[in-house]
């Protein structure tokens, strides 16, 4: 089958595919954006145009996640890394330590950022599993007085996500939702503060997105280095220094691909069955292909699973690259395969790599 572009089945964990739509539009607005002669790179970012292409972006994302006004969202920098270290500079107070929940890779890192700051209570860890499961909210006990409870709901490696918002977490919720963020409906009201990288589900590298209600601005230490500082960022409505415009006016126009799609609901429908080819293939050749998530766990955006040996492992991807089926090689901490299957991800992809799954397993199973 051969993709308009002659694009391939990008199956790449971060950056990654695009919507078409969006790419062409982009491609459209290049050497002129709406008749002001110039690109949005070429544009000052406290021009009247990109002053409309932030606040629409923002506009766009409070009535995707229907963020309530107490509120603030902030378009930052450094990536979600920067937050694991943010986060704990900001809100983890000397003298008291935070929980964190870590159910695989980016969970760790943001313990080991944290542990540079303050106190770290580490409430679960599922490191004796290899990361292959969130825990159910009964399975968790938190400190007494945490500064705050972090957690990642999409561990984007091991394909582990907790599929549900938190429930009933006596402390301020802080959220890593890089690899799933926009992918289905949240309760925003659920969490204090929510953050992501753009380079996922929301368009390219470089812009980080912070959802936190105002109180947690209240907590800032008085004296923050300016660029770490939510306060001074969220008093400057992110334009405290410049900031990535570009990757704002893209995420901008996924925001109005994913609202002309349907909103979240829509959205979350179409990952479902797209996630659901692949399970259904692992499932029903459990032999041979196998899960790394356990099934409650199982994220619709990182789909992670083993073959039997190494050679098939090899042989498998060659074959899918030679049907156009790119980056499936799984991080080496699993192993095995990882297709990554975020929003703009067609729902074809998903039944060609079935499709192809199903063959191999028949010639080598
Ligand atoms: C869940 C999660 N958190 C954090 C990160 C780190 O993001 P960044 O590269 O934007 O710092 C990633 C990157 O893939 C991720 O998947």
Redesign the pocket.
């Given at each position: 089958m051969s993709l308009p572009y002659d694009r391939v089945f990008n199956f790449s964990?971060?950056p990654c595919t695009l919507p078409v739509p969006v790419l062409e539009q982009a491609r459209d607005d290049l050497l002129n954006y709406q008749g002001k002669g110039m690109s949005v790179m070429e544009m000052s970012h406290r021009s009247k145009a990109f002053e409309s292409i932030i606040q629409t972006a923002e506009a766009d994302l409070r009535a995707l996640m229907a963020i309530p006004d107490n509120y603030k969202v902030l378009f930052l920098q450094g990536?979600?890394?920067?937050q694991f270290s943010m986060i704990p500079m900001c809100f983890l107070p000397s003298g008291q330590a935070a929980d964190y929940i870590v159910t695989g890779t980016?969970g760790k890192k943001a313990v080991e950022a944290a542990q540079l700051v303050g106190g770290v209570t580490v409430v679960f860890d599922g490191k004796a599993t290899n990361y292959d499961h969130a825990p159910r909210p009964s399975q968790l006990s938190y400190s007494e007085k945490p500064a705050y409870v972090h957690f990642?709901s999409?561990?984007?490696i091991q394909g582990v996500d907790f599929n549900k918002d938190p429930l009933n977490v006596p402390a301020p919720v802080i959220c890593?939702m890089?690899?799933n963020i926009l992918s289905r409906p949240v309760e925003v009201t659920k969490y204090s503060v929510i953050y992501a990288?753009a380079?996922?589900n929301m368009g390219p590298?470089g812009l980080?997105v912070v959802i936190l209600r105002d109180d947690m601005i209240e907590k800032v230490p008085k004296k923050m280095h300016p660029m770490l500082d939510y306060r001074l960022q969220a008093e400057n409505a992110s334009l405290y220094n410049t900031p990535p415009c570009w990757s704002i006016y893209v995420c901008g126009l996924v925001f109005q691909w994913l609202k002309d799609l349907g909103g979240l609901e829509a959205m979350e429908a179409i990952n479902e069955k797209k996630a659901g080819f692949l399970y259904d293939t692992i499932d029903a050749h459990e032999g041979f292909y196998r899960g790394h998530a356990a099934k409650g766990s199982r994220s619709k955006m990182n789909v992670t699973w083993t073959l039997p040996t190494e050679e098939l492992t090899e042989m498998f991807l060659k074959g899918a690259k030679a049907e156009g089926m790119e980056e499936l090689k799984g991080h080496r901490s699993v192993g095995g395969l990882r297709a990554s299957i975020y929003n703009a991800f067609p729902v074809e992809g998903c039944e060609a790599l079935a499709a192809y799954m199903k063959a191999f397993v028949a010639k080598h199973g």
């Open positions: 964990a971060g990536g979600a890394s920067l980016w990642t999409n561990e984007t890593d890089s690899s990288g380079q996922k590298a980080t």
